[in-house]
């Protein structure tokens, strides 16, 4: 799989590391009355789709940025590759 | 019909007319006791051991395509039992267990080849890790043997022993651990679970469960509802998607694990190896192929097949470990759907529905496993609770802090 990197351009996805579900970003408030219900969630429970993935690959043998890469666990095809950054600040995540 | 060598003998001097097949073809009835999902090596075995050391006839196995197409059909054949921790050491050594007097329960050929499986060491820490195993394996009635440098030699001369980075220094060998025939489990559990009345429905595709108040009646399919007292889900690989349809989220990932085949070679490997240092395991099929894997790719997939960095990480594993395995060609790769759970140990329990159970999270370890959880599955369908054996592989384990981390790799699916 080639990954198009929105800074360096296509690179190949051996050069990442995958982490998992883009839902990873929202880390649950440890301070809410739920919070142990919300970190087992986070931490364990998977929407696991067959079809468009949202999910977390981190540039570990380039510019160790982390990326949000939209990709079909059908086919491989990846439709859409963002910085996480981009994503968790339009979440309104940091500053 | 009972196989026997007699029987082979008579349809030899008769022409072999009088060969049947192997299960019925029969249409889905209106009602069921018990309908187990997925036809494959467990959902099989779960039909097999429910009719025959339960006693519940009125049973069905639904398959959305042919039964034994999916990772029954897919892997690399090996059995074993050597775990470490409580949880899963008695469940594999009952499983290995049942694997030795499977072909006299089915009357069914299965090739169990108790060849010995031995896992390398490359250092004193590894030494030390197997030997803790070893004595695991030991206390809960498995068979495990400490072997050093000279005494693998002796087996398997050609290996690479003195590698500057990864010399090997000896292994941990169970040699109750082996190959099946892996197609052969999957139609000799078929075979036996139909001549004791169990409906293996194929070509028919669960599209949803009827659900109402909280209790599963039964499931929706391309031929129809199908009513169910209970209903068992043993998709490994798809259990996301399927218990996706009963708004039920798990604690699992689907990844796709590679398998490779060489040409045919002369006999050349008699037991399984697995190398120590990185994560390759390799056996000899009977046709003379060698059988060989390593890890998962790492990102979740449904499609059943990987891509080729994995593919030179395993074959370069394969070099550290026998550098003649460089001569030889590759004949076929493929890849299957695995259910990685987040602690790298199944699941075997009840669901938040009731009547609906779930048997998944096999990781890439679910063949040597069938026998032990269909037995297992059955148990709990026909009793409510969970066999002895499998006790530990509840699904709200993770809520409960109750992980079983053989590994120590924590929740995350590709590391186990």
């Known amino acids: 799989m080639i990954i198009d990197h929105p800074l360096l351009g296509p690179r190949d996805s051996s050069e990442f590391v995958y982490l998992g579900d883009a839902s990873l970003i929202d880390r649950p408030d440890w301070q809410a009355e739920n919070a142990a219900e919300a970190f087992y969630d986070y931490a364990y429970l998977r929407d696991n789709p067959a079809g468009e993935h949202r999910e977390l690959w981190f540039h570990e043998s380039g510019d160790r940025s982390w990326l949000v890469v939209t990709r079909n666990t059908m086919t491989h095809e990846i439709s859409k590759v963002e910085l996480a950054r981009d994503v968790a600040r339009a979440q309104g995540r940091s500053k | 019909m009972r196989y026997s060598g007699f029987k082979v003998i008579k349809e030899a001097l008769t022409g072999h007319k009088g060969w049947k097949p192997a299960w019925r073809d029969p249409e889905p009835k209106a009602q069921y006791d018990v309908v187990v999902i997925g036809g494959g090596g467990h959902g099989l075995a779960t039909a097999h051991y429910l009719a025959k050391v339960y006693g519940q006839r009125n049973v069905a196995v639904i398959e959305k395509g042919w039964i034994g197409g999916g990772n029954v059909g897919r892997n690399t054949t090996i059995i074993r039992s050597n775990y470490l921790l409580d949880g899963n050491e008695p469940f594999y050594e009952f499983s290995l267990k049942l ?48 072997l050093d440098a000279e005494q693998v030699r002796k087996e398997y001369p050609y290996l690479n022993f003195n590698d500057a980075r990864f010399p090997i220094k000896g292994g941990l060998m169970q040699r109750r651990g082996g190959t099946v025939r892996h197609d052969a489990v999957a139609w000799g559990y078929a075979r036996s679970a139909d001549s004791h ?220």
């Open chain 2, 197 to 416: 009345g169990v409906d293996i429905i194929q070509n028919c595709e669960v599209t949803g469960f009827r659900i109402e108040d909280g209790k599963c009646l039964g499931v929706e399919t391309s031929k129809g509802f199908i009513g169910a007292g209970k209903v068992g889900c043993a998709v490994a690989g798809n259990s996301g998607r399927v218990m996706g349809m009963a708004d039920i989220r798990l604690p699992i990932e689907s990844h796709v694990l590679q398998a490779f085949v060489s040409e045919g070679l002369k006999p050349v490997l008699p037991g399984v190896i697995t190398f120590g240092a990185g994560h390759f395991y390799v056996s000899q099929s009977d046709k003379g192929g060698l059988v060989f894997g390593g890890d998962i790719d790492g990102y979740n997939t449904y499609a059943q097949r990987g891509n080729l960095p994995v593919v030179e990480d395993v074959c370069e594993g394969g070099m550290a470990l026998m550098p003649m395995i460089g001569r030889a060609r590759l004949l076929r790769m493929w890849g299957g759907i695995m259910d990685m759970s987040m602690d790298g140990s199944p699941i075997i329990d009840r669901t938040p529905v009731e009547g609906l159970y779930f048997n998944g999270g096999w990781c890439y370890g679910g063949f040597k496993a069938t026998p032990a959880s269909g037995y297992c599955f059955a148990h709990l369908l026909a009793r409510n609770e969970p066999h002895p054996t499998a006790t530990a592989y509840r699904l709200d384990r993770f809520r409960t802090g109750r992980m079983i981390d053989e590994k120590g790799a924590g929740n995350q699916p590709n590391l186990h």
């Open chain 2, 99 to 146: 694997w030795e007097g499977l072909e006299q329960d089915l009357n069914y050929n299965a090739m169990v080849s108790q060849r010995g499986i031995i896992n390398l060491i490359h250092s004193d820490a590894q030494r030390d890790a197997f030997t803790r195993r070893g004595n695991a394996m030991i206390l809960n009635g498995a068979d495990a043997e400490l």
